[in-house]
């Protein structure tokens, strides 16, 4: 492997500890590298605190090897003030004279302003390294800022029969498809995105909490669709753990398009990544209008003999795991 990619490859792997914590910013990882050797390495912070060259360059025990250093950073520097001061300004206050990026930023208050003011100041900058692998890392932030939506993953559990409940049940709780261990990478899936969104009848028929309790991580906004104002207040979704948005016919117009104006709604609130979890009805709307880009669909060892069918859906199954006794696959929307 290069220099270079091998150093990127690096910034990947610590930005990861970012994950669920930096919303809306962008997890980035960032390393700085002296005669060969990581001298200092950083990730962003929770959203409000530093960013990832702030953390690579504080890490760094002698200041004074700077200005001979490297330093290598998955996204383009920012060049503008946000919660925090530009990370440009302060790599050119500390002299780093080299300066390797992954990809260029593509939020309009950066997208190649900080690499413009690098190269002003007399620095050497190389973009693209590992361009793709970079610009994957970074999905929730690229498609919140270019396509004007959050990062959407659906989710469901099927039986081997094809159906995700069955017509009728006798209690007002899930029916479990799937085992504790898939339950479990769920509630880890929901920490690491921003906000989770399900209907009225999966809120009326389950009584969800939404919430990470079986995975260490913050609770993502729950997002209920409840047009009419019908749920109970009594219900889990509205209890303290979690804050919750109601979309509601006063939100949104619920003749068409429903999926496009929630998706603009979340916009409109800073939302960056949301995780569909059902019912099938909300998982087919963002289906048959295209606004969708990752499906995790579980397959469990259960069946049903009558019951609601699994959503229809059409995609690139791009992976497929073992969770125990349960099958795991994942689709991209191309």
Known sequence: MKTHEFYIKRCLEIAKNGLGTTRPNPMVGSV????????????TSKYGESHAEVN???????????????????????????????????????????????????????????????????????????????????KRFFTFHNKKRPYIILKWAQTTNGFIAPETKNEQKPVWITNKNSRQLVHKWRAEEQAILVGTNTVTQDNPSLTTRDWTGNNPTR???????????????????????????????????????ICNLL?????????IEGGKKTLQTFIDENLWDEA???????????????????????????????????????
């Open 32 to 43: 700085i590298v002296y005669n060969n050797q990581i001298i200092g390495e950083g990730y």
């Open 56 to 138: 690579a360059i504080n890490s760094v025990a002698n200041k004074s090897l700077l200005k001979e250093a490297t330093i290598y950073v998955t996204l383009e520097p920012c060049s503008h003030y946000g919660k925090t001061p530009p990370c440009s300004d302060l790599i050119i206050k500390n002299k780093i004279q080299n300066i390797v990026i992954g990809c260029i930023d593509d939020n309009q208050l950066v997208a190649g302003k900080g690499i413009k003011r690098l190269k002003e100041a007399g620095h050497n900058v190389t973009v693209g390294i590992l361009e793709k692998a970079c610009k994957t890392h970074h």
């Open 223 to 261: 997002i209920i669709i409840d047009k009419d104002n019908k749920l109970n207040p009594t219900l889990a979704v509205f209890n303290a753990f979690a804050d919750t948005i109601i979309v509601n016919k006063d939100t949104i117009d619920f003749s068409n398009n429903i999926a496009s104006q």
């Open 267 to 275: 916009f409109s609130k800073n939302i960056s990544s949301v995780i």
């Open 296 to 334: 995790r669909v579980f397959t469990g060892e259960s069946e049903f003999k009558k019951g609601i069918k699994a959503p229809k859906l059409t995609g690139r199954l791009s992976k497929t795991e073992n969770i125990k006794n349960d099958i795991l696959k994942i689709y991209k929307n191309d």
